[in-house]
């Protein structure tokens, strides 16, 4: 299954650097779109898919990020400058939101990141003194790295990818390193991990912290990609759109972003040939998907092979048991 995953990843890259030349405008757009997303949601994979905590509030995280740049994109200052400072905000306030999971778990957990989400949504729509409100911060321009301006949807595009491509090798380090191993620990059973020696207090906060902060770089290069925000793209069914492409493409799983996000963001697309019914269609088809896949589309190559194994395991006892009545 390695081999099979490096194979898809080799297929995707190539896709990925060859074929945004040969589209038009929207498609590049789109391609950038489902990336940001991508991060989005690999920030999320690690605290719910691999950390095991319940957040329904990543939305508000990312619309923290991308308020934060146009805020301060028009205030004057860099993007170069907006983005870290969106991802240090969203750090610590990801670490103000791991509280709650140190008392409360699993359903209770999701309503409070569920209020919190509201609240942030609340003040990024009623405070139009800093956020424009329901009229939004409009005009927030592309950056420029080393001269070259990222103006363009195919240069932006590029630059979008090539950020995907580090925070996915940051995160893939992450997940073969001690903490990697933590988190699933944590995951899989606090109680054994925390005798094991486990900080669970502290890996519990640092799963929302780390979560947070990519979800906060995705939304300050949402803000310029789209270069108008306002409040509506981060509410709390945003943030229940999020938590449904990392159970799609499966949580836990590191390329589980990849294709959920492709399924929140691209397949919509592909649908609207059905006009008033591409909506139904496609929760539709999401609901069917979650009966028969309730661990997301990645874990099709897993239950291949565990039927696979228990088929050769039920043969080897029927021969072995074939075998002792012989005799």
Known sequence: MKKLTLILIAACAVFMLAAPPFLKNYGVYLLSYWLVFVIATMGLNLTVGYAGQKSLGHAAFFGIGAYTVAILMKAGFSFWLGLPVAALICFFVGIALGFPALRVQTIYLAFATLGFNTAVWLVMRNEEWLTGGTFGINNIARPSLFGLSLEGNLAYYYFVLAVTLLLGA???????????????????????????????????????????????????LFASLVQFIEPAPFTVGASIMMYLMVVVGGPGYFLGPLLGSAVGVVLPEWLRFAQAWYLFVFGAAVVVLMIWLPDGLLSIPDRVKAKRQAREASAARAAAAQQQGAQ
């Open 170 to 220: 940051l995160q893939w380090g992450l997940l073969r390193s001690p903490w990697g191993k933590a988190f699933t620990a944590l995951r899989d059973n606090p109680i054994r991990a925390e005798s094991l020696g486990i900080n669970t207090r502290a890996y519990t906060l640092l799963s929302f912290a780390i979560g947070a902060v990519y979800a906060g770089i995705a939304g300050a």
